[in-house]
C-alpha cells in the first residue's frame, strides 16, 4: 500500500510559477511509475504529466507542453511537478497517481492504483 501527499499549491497570478510535490511511503516507489492529474470544477479530471521507473520516458498533455515538467527523484520518493507560465486555465486541484505496471503515459486516470489527496492550484488573471 502506497501513500501519496502532495504539497507546493496555491494562489499565483498569471505568468507565475509553482512547484508541486508528491511524497510517498509505504512502498518501493521506485517500482512504480507516476503521474499527475488535475481536475477543475465541473470538468472531468484530466492527465498532465506523467514519467516511468527511470525517468527514461516523460509524457505531457498537449496542454502543458512547453510549460509544465515532471521530474521524480528515487532516492527522497518524491515526484515534482515544476509549473511554469501559469494561466487561469491551470486552475485546479491537482493529484499525483502511482501505477504499478504502466509507463507513466497511460492518460486515463482508471489505470492508477494509488493517489494523493490533492492539492489546489488557483492562477488569478
Known amino acids: 500500500q502506497v501513500q501519496l501527499v502532495e504539497s507546493g499549491g496555491g494562489l499565483v497570478q498569471a505568468g507565475g510559477s509553482l512547484r508541486l510535490s508528491c511524497a510517498a511511503s509505504g512502498g518501493t516507489f521506485s517500482r512504480y511509475a507516476m503521474a499527475w492529474f488535475r481536475q477543475a470544477p465541473g470538468k472531468e479530471r484530466e492527465f498532465v504529466a506523467g514519467?516511468?521507473?527511470?525517468?527514461?520516458?516523460?509524457f505531457y498533455a498537449d496542454s502543458v507542453k512547453g510549460r509544465f515538467t515532471i521530474s521524480r527523484d528515487n532516492a527522497k520518493n518524491t515526484v515534482y511537478l515544476q509549473l511554469n507560465s501559469l494561466k487561469p486555465e491551470d486552475t485546479a486541484v491537482y493529484s499525483c497517481?502511482?501505477?504499478?505496471?504502466?509507463?507513466?503515459?497511460?492518460?486515463?486516470?482508471?489505470?492508477?492504483?494509488?493517489w494523493g489527496q490533492g492539492t489546489q492550484v488557483t492562477v488569478s488573471s
Open positions: 514519467v516511468s521507473r527511470s525517468s527514461s520516458n516523460i
Open positions: 497517481a502511482a501505477d504499478l505496471y504502466g509507463s507513466g503515459g497511460y492518460q486515463a486516470w482508471s489505470g492508477y492504483e494509488y
